[in-house]
């Protein structure tokens, strides 16, 4: 049906090269997360997607067919973009309609079709509004709205919430992702919320430089980064990284250590490492847990953040690292105060540098 | 405070007024002079010019001058003639100019930039350097009538229609505008299936309502003001327009009265125009919420 193939992508604008080699392979109703950091080139890939955008090198294929040098509106695309661009001077009814009446589309098939996608996003009441009267979420309904009305078998979506406040934008993503369900639909979605990211995808793409760092389920991408980037991008607050000596390498089994973390042997998911250089240890706040004596990381307390259902502490440890936990539960303690903390190394990463 | 800055509120509402009084009276001066001279005889308009009776319909006011100055020349097929050519160059310049704007402004296209260097570099070209030529070449073009097949567009509207169709100027405020305008509506547009077409007549045009009328004021100022080039391409009374009538006046006898009342006479397109370009101009504004 309507699977997505990204070989060799390439763009650039004159002498800057913005997508540098994309290969993705995406299929039939999956939902794909691109994420990345602002500037990464996610809104450039979408774009060439859409038929926005040239193709400077390589092959996209939407459904089994190369689509390179196709229009927008014959690539059976639809595209939800950050200001919703709705037309201002058309009614939300004739807004939603636009696709069909463009195809010319019977009146009565119009109604139906668009009383239809007005029942899936309630906003029936809304019909005969102008977008002017609307509510930024509303509007975003309608832009969803236009969108599924011409059935497409792909939707894009740029940062389609990143301008609604925070309480609408976790309803409006619950409803994207119910959207997805029903409608069984190839989505692509562009993001730099990691909960977005997290929540809603099949699949993650991790851009960075117009490079893809990682693709895999968010699971995947949160418990096996590939690099450093991609452990640092994911998970909230971001993980730790403490700077550690090698002192012996066992297969994948390496030691590491420094000045403020006692020997511990980690579990290498990747290679590069020999015994007497230097690496990048990788711990989660959440794996820290706090010991009474002892531990493995002795640290002075330098901020605490109590959120109620877990406490952020930010310490300092002997050589001056800062290092970040995320403790379980609300708990009390003293800025000031030393705290030793453990953690399980099989739940820590390693990386090479 | 709430005392304070209410008192505040209002003067500033006086001053306001009182300077957009001035203003209006600055410029409403001389349309009031010119109607009110055109009621009076000659000899009264004159002696009257030197006082505020000149802005005052006093003395021997009729409308005999009215009179004269249609007995002195075809006043009627004069207004026509010019506001037949003002009025399809107008129309004709919107179309044609908007449409060559959006291929500037949102279609890519191999030598785009450099055709558009080469229409803004017209703008600086003089129509006094060029009327010469382009004479000539108007007495040489083909058209094809009711006669069959002619030589030469002299005497006739479309000489003095089609030169003023497209211009650099015109071209040049319409890609402005498009340019300003969100670029993620025309995408949305092309994704949703739209051909380049239906961009320009169902999005694009509706929201162009102040680059219209804009468009409009200034070629409709143009046109109805011509003046050498309706001379230089009309021997014949039939196809003149109003600015070349005028000459009517000023030979042998030079009636001031009748001058003041064929002017007004001419005016009153002008004014229709404007008011209803003022209207449609703030009902786009309102309906579609886009920034002029
Ligand atoms: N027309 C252009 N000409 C030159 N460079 C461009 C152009 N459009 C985008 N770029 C560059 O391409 C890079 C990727 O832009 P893009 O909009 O895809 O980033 P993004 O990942 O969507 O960022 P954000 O999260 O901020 O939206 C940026 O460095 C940008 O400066
Ligand atoms: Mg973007």
């Given amino acids: ?353 | 405070m709430a005392q304070i800055s209410q008192d505040n509120r209002g003067l500033r509402l006086v001053v306001r007024y009182t300077v957009l009084c001035l203003i209006a009276a600055i410029f409403s001066f001389p349309l009031i002079f010119m109607v009110i001279s055109s009621l009076k005889p000659s000899q009264q308009l004159l002696a009257d010019a030197h006082s505020f009776r000149a802005l005052l319909p006093v003395g021997d006011i009729s409308l005999n001058n009215y009179f004269d100055a249609f007995k002195r020349a075809p006043v009627a097929l004069f207004v026509f003639n010019s506001v037949l050519v003002t009025g399809v160059t107008v129309i004709a310049s919107l179309a044609v100019c908007s449409a060559a704007a959006f291929a500037f402004a949102f279609v890519k296209w191999k030598g785009r930039d450099l055709a558009l260097t080469v229409i803004l570099a017209t703008l600086i070209v003089p129509f006094e350097t060029i009327a010469i030529p382009l004479l000539l070449e108007a007495s040489k073009l083909p058209w094809i009538g009711l006669d069959g097949i002619t030589w030469g567009w002299l005497n006739s509207y479309r000489v003095q229609i089609v030169p003023f169709i497209a211009d650099g100027l015109t071209i040049y405020l319409f890609v402005q505008y498009f340019k300003d305008l969100p670029g993620e509506l025309i995408e949305a547009a092309r994704v949703e299936g739209a051909s380049w077409f239906a961009i320009y007549r169902r999005v694009v045009m509706p929201l162009s309502g102040p680059v219209l009328a804009t468009a409009a004021i200034l070629k409709f100022l143009v046109m109805y003001n011509q003046y050498l080039w309706p001379i230089m391409v009309t021997q014949e009374e039939q196809y003149r327009p109003v600015m070349v009538g005028l000459q009517y006046f000023f030979q042998l006898n030079r009636a001031w009265g009748e001058i003041m009342a064929y002017l007004s006479l001419i005016t009153v397109p002008v004014l229709a125009f404007y008011l209803y370009l003022q209207k449609a101009f703030i009902a786009s504004i309102a309906s579609t919420g886009v920034k002029g």
């Fill in chain 1, 1 to 353: 049906m309507a699977g997505i193939t990204l070989k060799g992508l390439k763009k650039s604008y004159g002498t800057a090269h913005v997508i540098k080699g994309v290969d993705i392979e995406i299929e039939d109703g999956e939902f794909v997360v691109f994420v990345g950091p602002s500037g990464c080139g996610k809104s450039t890939l979408l774009r060439m997607i859409a038929g926005l955008e040239d193709i400077s090198a390589g092959e996209l294929s939407i459904g089994g067919k190369v689509v390179n040098d196709l229009p927008p509106k014959d690539r059976g695309v639809a595209m939800v973009f950050q200001s919703y661009a709705i037309f201002p001077h058309m009614s939300v009814r004739e807004n939603v309609a636009f696709g069909l009446t463009i195809a010319g589309t019977s009146k009565a098939e119009k109604a139906e079709k668009v009383a239809e996608a007005a029942r899936i996003l309630q906003m029936e009441h809304l019909l005969d509004r102008r977008p002017s009267q609307l509510s930024g979420g509303q509007r975003q309904r309608v832009a969803i709205g236009r969108a599924i009305v011409r059935n497409p078998q792909v939707f894009l979506f740029d940062e389609p919430l990143s301008n609604l406040d925070a309480a609408l934008r976790m309803d409006m993503r619950l409803e994207i992702g119910k959207l997805h369900q029903q409608l069984g639909a190839t989505m692509i979605y562009v993001t730099h919320d990691q909960v977005e990211a997290m929540t809603l995808a099949d699949k993650i793409v991790v851009l960075k430089d117009g490079m893809v760092q990682q693709i895999g389920s968010p699971m995947e991408l949160y418990h096996n980064p590939a690099n450093l980037f991609v452990a640092g991008f994911l998970g909230s607050p971001a993980m730790n990284f403490l700077d550690v000596d090698v002192t012996a390498v066992n297969g994948s089994k390496v030691l590491v250590s420094n000045a403020a973390l006692k020997p511990v042997e980690i579990t290498a998911k990747v290679g590069g490492f020999s015994a007497g250089g230097k690496a990048k240890l990788g711990i989660r706040p959440q794996y820290l847990t706090p010991v009474d004596s002892g531990g493995m990381l002795q640290g002075r307390i330098a901020l605490t953040e109590r959120l109620g259902s877990e406490t952020v502490v930010d310490l300092t440890l002997g050589d001056g690292t800062r290092l970040i936990a995320a403790l379980a539960r609300d708990a009390v303690f003293p800025i000031g105060a030393n705290l030793g903390l453990t953690f399980d190394p099989a739940q820590a990463h390693i990386f090479p540098v």
